[in-house]
């Protein structure tokens, strides 16, 4: 390790899992399946809060299958998942795997960028909703190997922004940003935020909608540790990109935000994992904090955003 580690005590517990965890099963869902996880989440604008829930069906297929709410805690997922397009293109580039949808309203509009993995490897496809209720596939936006697509809720320097998470060549994975005019065409791309000794070996990929806020744009991400016999362990962290250039990391927290150590985060399909796609700001300042448990439930955690602001400064 070329840096010390950092202890950080006033982190300890600003993260708050809901006592009723997990909030999602798949018993819940109204068709066959083995586990909902990593759901996008969005507060719409008439105040009601929408999940887009990861379902895994028995075949190891994945369903996207939006459930609704009104205190963003008890959800009622609705009759069927999101119809997808029976065209070939699609077929060749999903094989019925589409997962982990981030939500993102911009300008009025609802999008969702989700991967679509295939025998071409991974890649991000992107629908358009009016409402949360009418989804329309506009296309693939990348190119094979690249995953954890997230766009920010404004434009940025006139242009669409994303956050992503390519795969490098030594596997280790790290964050990107690219810009667009029309979110379908990509480019200007640049490495925003490496790997880290502390806890972030591996596979840093941008997790919910990045936050605005007057210190920068709060990303919560996740990272990996590989602890012996090659165990991945997936955390959450936190930090802060510069609001006109966010390629640029101004501050992050050296220690994770969120760990797996209860029964349904480190126990189900995957082991000791929690991986968010989706957080929603509410007007007091809590931040609500989707996240996939052990790739087998979806739970929800509370945060200030302050705290989760000073957790980036180590203070
Ligand atoms: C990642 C993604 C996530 C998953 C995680 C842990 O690569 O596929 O959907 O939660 O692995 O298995």
């Known amino acids: 390790m ?47 809060y929408v999940m887009l829930c990861r379902v895994e069906t028995p ?26 397009p029976d065209t070939d293109d699609f077929k060749e580039y999903t094989a019925g795997m589409y997962y982990d949808p981030r939500v993102t309203l911009i300008e009025g509009t609802y ?45 940025i320097n006139g242009l669409y922004a994303r956050l992503d998470r390519p795969n490098t ?28 000794d502390e806890w972030g070996w591996k596979k840093n990929g941008p997790g919910a909608v990045p936050i605005k806020t007057d210190k920068g744009w709060l990303v919560i991400y996740h990272a990996v540790n590989v602890q012996c016999a090659a165990q991945y362990v ?30 349904y985060e480190l126990h189900g399909l995957t082991y000791a994992v929690v991986f968010t796609c989706g957080a929603v700001l509410e007007d007091d300042g809590e931040v609500k904090i989707y996240y996939g448990g052990a790739d087998t439930v979806q739970c929800l955690a509370t945060a200030k955003l302050d705290d989760l602001v000073d957790a980036c400064f180590n203070r």
Request: glycine share 8%.
């Open 111 to 155: 999008y969702v960028v989700f991967a679509c993995h295939s025998g071409h490897s991974c890649r991000l496809g992107l629908m358009e909703s009016p409402d949360m209720k009418e989804f329309k596939w506009k296309g693939f936006i990348t190119e094979t190997d690249n995953r954890n697509g997230v766009l920010f809720p404004e434009k």
């Open 234 to 263: 997936y955390h959450l962290g936190v930090m802060l990109l510069d609001l006109k250039d966010p390629s640029k990391v101004i501050a992050r927290a050296k220690a994770p935000i969120l760990s797996p150590v209860k029964e």
């Open 169 to 196: 060549g030594d596997g280790a994975g790290y964050m990107w940003v690219s810009y667009s005019p029309d979110l379908i065409h990509w480019g200007q791309s640049s490495a925003v935020a490496m790997t880290q």
């Open 2 to 48: 070329s840096q010390p580690v950092v202890y950080v005590k006033s982190k300890e517990n600003i993260v708050q899992r809901y006592e009723g965890n997990p909030i999602i099963t798949k018993e819940d869902i109204p068709a066959a399946a083995k586990g909902v996880y990593n759901s996008g989440c969005i507060k719409t604008t008439e105040g009601k």
């Open 59 to 84: 075949s190891m297929k994945q369903l996207i299958w939006p459930a609704d709410s009104d205190d963003g805690i008890n959800f009622t997922p609705r009759p069927e998942p999101i119809k997808m």
